[in-house]
């Protein structure tokens, strides 16, 4: 059965930095397209960003572009979403996520392999 595991999520101060870990034990890992999503209570899930399966295009939602960078390690089967400068407002459970070969990448549904998420929190 096909594991995604995530960690790094903790307790973080605003302005502060986290480091998310995404470990899979996907097959042929190099032919997913990953992502990674969040959400907070009371909310919907949401994109955050994703990569190609190459790992040479990334792409990001507005509210964390230039602040968040997502990056995988083929080699590893790890995917990892370094966040910067955070606010209280990213405040959620984040989840990474993966679907074989390419296509769209910004809904839950395009995705059909999950982690069980890691609960990141931002206090002001």
């Known amino acids: 059965q096909v594991q995604l595991v995530e960690s790094g999520g903790g307790l973080v101060q605003a302005g502060g930095s986290l480091r998310l870990s995404c470990l899979t034990s996907?097959?042929?890992?190099?032919?997913?397209?990953l992502g990674w999503f969040r959400q907070a209570p009371g909310k919907e899930r949401e994109f955050v960003g994703a990569i190609t399966m190459s790992g040479t295009t990334t792409k990001y939602a507005d509210s964390v572009k230039g602040r968040f960078t997502i990056s995988r390690d083929n080699a590893k089967n790890t995917m990892y979403l370094q966040m910067n400068s955070l606010k209280p407002e990213d405040t959620a459970i984040y989840y990474c996520?993966?679907?074989?070969?390419?296509?769209?990448?910004?809904?839950?549904?395009?995705?059909?392999?999950w982690g069980q998420g890691t609960q990141v929190t931002v206090s002001s």
């Open positions: 996907i097959q042929s890992f190099s032919l997913f397209t």
């Open positions: 996520a993966a679907r074989y070969l390419s296509g769209s990448y910004n809904r839950p549904q395009d995705y059909n392999r």
